[in-house]
């Protein structure tokens, strides 16, 4: 399967993939399903990192936690109008670690079942990274589930851009998004892209202009109403501290 990152936006809502995957005799349940670990596992990941001892245990019940939400239709329980997708997920995680904490097993977690291809190596090297801090596993969630959702965001922006066959004006503005664009030598990349200094600074405010559509638009797929967007936002932003 591809990363998040290399997948295209989605053409359905986060709720419209959860409610397809939780009909059992839908034949695209399963690639529903992989698409919403592909997206989601990374913070569910950080949060049962900071919740169980080992690196292997937290894989496993990483893994084992995607895959009873198929086996066990635990997804039909799932509905935009019980609120957040994240908030739906974290609550079902945790009841999920809680039910398997100290259940012991015949066979090693997972064994003889269908595995999916979820990159703990990627994954742990983004732990490895992380700065030392004390938050707790449900604030680790939501930071890591604002950094997920803010990359694909910026993965979407640059498949448009590629797209339109613009990529190398997408690597020379790209830092605008991060606030940081005072510094960038607006002349240097006209230059390059031999357009002039004006139409640069245009083509950087028309790229933060629709980051933040995209933002908009990915926010708006995980929770009930477009009213709940701009607080959501604000709850993203918060647990980046930012």
Not at 8 to 22: D, E, I, K, N, Y
Not at 57 to 67: E, I
Not at 95 to 112: H, I, M, P, V, Y
Request: aromatic share 8%; charged share 30%.
């Amino acid at each position: 399967m591809t990363s998040p990152s290399e997948q295209p936006g989605f053409a359905t809502t986060q709720w419209s993939l959860v409610l397809r995957a939780a009909q059992p005799d839908d034949s695209t349940a399963r690639a529903a399903l992989e698409t919403l670990c592909q997206r989601y596992w990374f913070p569910l990941y950080a949060f049962a990192r900071r919740r169980v001892s080992g690196i292997p245990q937290a894989q496993d019940l990483t893994q084992d936690f995607f895959l009873r939400l198929l086996e066990k239709n635990s997804l039909a329980a799932a509905s935009p109008e019980r609120g957040r997708f994240r908030s739906f997920l974290l609550t079902s995680l945790k009841n999920f670690l809680s039910n398997e904490w100290d259940r012991a097993t015949a066979q090693k977690r997972g064994g003889g079942r269908e595995r999916l291809s979820l990159d703990w190596e990627t994954g742990e090297s983004r732990l490895s990274f992380e700065p030392t801090h004390t938050d707790t596993p449900e604030r680790e969630f939501e930071r890591q589930w604002a950094l997920t959702l803010l990359d694909v965001v910026v993965h979407r922006l640059q498949d448009e851009f590629t797209t339109a066959d613009k990529s190398r004006q997408f690597e020379l503005l790209k830092e605008t998004l991060t606030g940081s664009r005072a510094v960038l030598d607006y002349a240097a990349i006209a230059a390059e892209l031999q357009m002039s200094e004006d139409a640069a600074r245009q083509a950087a405010h028309r790229l933060r202009k629709r980051y933040r559509e995209l933002l908009r638009e990915e926010v708006a797929a995980t929770v009930e109403s477009d009213n709940e967007v701009e607080d959501e936002i604000g709850r993203l932003l918060e647990a980046l501290g930012t």
